[in-house]
């Protein structure tokens, strides 16, 4: 009879229960979080050909399950293992000598692994869970690289030469690397069509730089129904041209459906507003090396939460803040209406806005009674792990986070220290953090629309609209309708930002004044309803838009927003389970 054996993680705890010695407790204790970090590491890197298999089989509800276990993997993880690591060696809440006696041997441990930045970022994350409730700090960093991890750095893309002028055996090679186990359903001729776009990008205008070679990176990118090849055309003068095509999939195969080469459409694409995409290589260093080449106006650290490792994003940009910090810039009080429950905080220079939650909202809080810290840190959190739709920031949350005291203008710091006591505290070496929210930095919509003339009014009151329909579909209604929780990125996409008044859209109860009669005194009958109540026809003033062109543009261009039609329709799609198709490039890029 064959006795089934215990999994490597249990047979770590059992290790660790046997040992009495206490330096050897130390190293067993290591040991026992690295092997429950390879079971985490090698469960995540199946997510990418698991959603690899959901596009070949046209399987949208299992391409969502994959991105959100994917997303919750390591928390989940996280939220199981303090809690044993911590009752099987109390000593590492009792004593920091201790635990910092188990990092230099963890640090040794790993420090030649490709993927050390993520197995120590693991590490501290179990420490910061140990450590809740405490007034303690755990740094988000990484050990510094070794000469062996160094050299593993392989190259994640294949370099395809052009001979001459592109021809479309060229382009049905990129279009393969995925190895798909389906069939394209006319490959040549996506190949043909693609290659009169390229041409037309590549050699549209006089004197055009010849073409050396096509970078892809060797691996798909999936994302609900689509899979993307990504790429770059590398020119004779140096410069470099985005290569992405987006491919479906059908009962009669594979598809190209979009060619993108504009900036502004890949930077869309790749948006952190976006689900994660899942991508089959575990070179995630030289993907986002790749990608910021393509996109250098990002910062560094979103890209590795582009592509769903968002533990070594969240290091890589508190590294970017703290270098900028160390270029002489310092903290200080956000511009603009102060926000009514978060405390904004940012520098001109710094790619990213900060926020801590107040103790007590503002006067103009209008939500009844304030549910607290807890609670609205919550929904910053159930944004940050589901599919924004491309319309709402992600969250980078940090817990249990110190910083030096020198960061903060000196008026800023005292306000944090009154409004937000419950989550900063002032200690001699640095300022205490229990939370932290952290979102790449956009222009205020209010802002915006003070210089904006009417051409780009109208578009960015065009992409409001495409915001609220896009968090619809995602089953999220942002309560407090005030243009002020919107901002304007870059490239003109509007994106909400403020969570703290957000609610799912089948939560909510939608009712209308339009059926009453002209001069009728009576309270209505949702007056006396509980819950949340919904009037479409009070969206554009509940905007609050103070130039009238916004609003007659915004009326024009997003009418059926104001209909209670629309929003029961979006309700009875949400409650069938039914999965929405999002917009993730424009219309113009399609074949």
């Keep these: 009879m064959l006795i089934e054996s215990e999994s490597p993680v249990e047979e770590a705890y059992a290790r660790l229960a046997l040992c009495t010695d206490a330096a050897a407790r130390i190293d067993t204790a290591a ?9 985490f590491y090698r469960r995540l890197c199946e997510y990418p050909h698991l959603a690899q298999r959901a596009f070949e089989e046209m399987d949208p509800h299992d391409s969502i399950r994959i991105s959100q276990e994917r997303l919750g993997l390591y928390s989940l993880y996280i939220a199981e293992h303090g809690p044993r690591i911590l009752a099987a060696f109390p000593a590492l809440a009792a004593d920091i000598a201790v635990w910092d006696a188990l990092d230099r041997v963890f640090t040794a441990m790993i420090v030649d692994r490709y993927d050390a930045d993520i197995a120590f970022s693991f590490a501290h994350s179990i420490r910061r869970n140990i450590s809740r409730g405490l007034w303690r700090p755990v740094a988000y960093s990484f050990p510094p690289p070794s000469k062996l991890r160094a050299y593993s750095m392989a190259s994640v893309h294949r370099r395809l030469r052009v001979r001459g002028r592109i021809d479309g055996e060229l382009i049905c090679t990129a279009l393969q690397t995925p190895n798909f186990s389906v069939p394209f359903r006319d490959l040549q001729g996506d190949a043909q069509r693609i290659l009169e776009r390229v041409e037309q990008v590549l050699y549209g205008t006089p004197n055009a730089a010849r073409v050396l070679s096509l970078d892809v990176i060797d691996a798909g990118f999936f994302r609900d129904r689509s899979a993307f090849i990504v790429g770059r055309w590398m020119l004779a003068d140096e410069g470099i041209v985005p290569f992405v095509v987006a491919l479906l999939n059908s009962a ?47 910062p560094f650290g979103h890209h590795y939460s582009t592509i769903g490792y968002n533990h070594v994003g969240k290091v890589a940009i508190l590294n970017e803040i703290n270098e900028q910090v160390r270029c002489g810039h310092k903290l200080q009080r956000s511009p603009g209406v102060p926000g009514t429950v978060a405390l904004g905080f940012t520098f001109d220079a710094c790619a990213y806005h900060l926020k801590v939650i107040r103790d007590r909202p503002t006067s103009s809080y209008k939500w009844g009674a304030y549910p607290g810290v807890a609670a609205v840190s919550d929904k910053y959190r159930v944004v940050h792990e589901i599919n924004r739709a491309g319309s709402m920031l992600d969250n980078v949350m940090y817990f249990n986070l110190k ?8 008026a800023l710091l005292d306000e944090i220290l009154s409004e937000a006591a419950e989550s900063v505290q002032l200690e001699r070496d640095g300022v205490y953090l229990r939370l932290l929210i952290v979102q790449l930095k956009i222009v205020p919509l209010p802002v915006y629309l003070q210089t904006a003339d009417e051409t780009a009014t ?31 990125g870059r490239y003109g996409r509007v994106f909400l930002f403020d969570y703290d008044a957000v609610e799912k859209l089948t939560d909510v109860k939608i ?13 209505p009958d949702w007056f006396f309803e509980d819950g949340v109540i919904f009037l479409p026809e009070e969206l554009e003033h509940g905007l609050q838009l103070k130039s009238s062109h916004a609003r007659r543009c915004f009326r024009e261009e997003n009418s059926d927003l104001m209909s209670v039609a629309y929003w029961l329709d979006v309700q009875q799609k949400l409650r069938r389970g039914e999965v929405p198709g999002l917009r993730m490039y424009p219309d113009g890029t399609k074949l």
């Design 31 to 39: 040991q026992l979080i690295l092997t429950v970090y390879d079971e």
């Design 511 to 523: 009712r209308t004044n339009t059926d009453r009669e002209p001069g009728e005194e009576a309270v």
């Design 403 to 410: 910083l030096d005291r020198d960061m903060f203008e000196p």
């Design 458 to 488: 109208r578009a960015v009151m065009v992409s409001l609209g495409h915001c609220i329909r896009n968090n619809a579909a995602t089953n999220i209604f942002n309560k407090d309708l005030d243009s002020r929780n919107y901002g304007v």
């Design 252 to 298: 009669q195969g594979i598809y190209a459906d979009a060619v993108l080469h504009r900036v502004s459409d890949i930077h869309d694409l790749f948006s952190s507003a976006l689900a994660n995409f899942h991508v089959t290589t575990r070179l995630y260093y030289q993907t986002c090396v790749f990608l910021f080449s393509l996109m250098p106006r990002r």
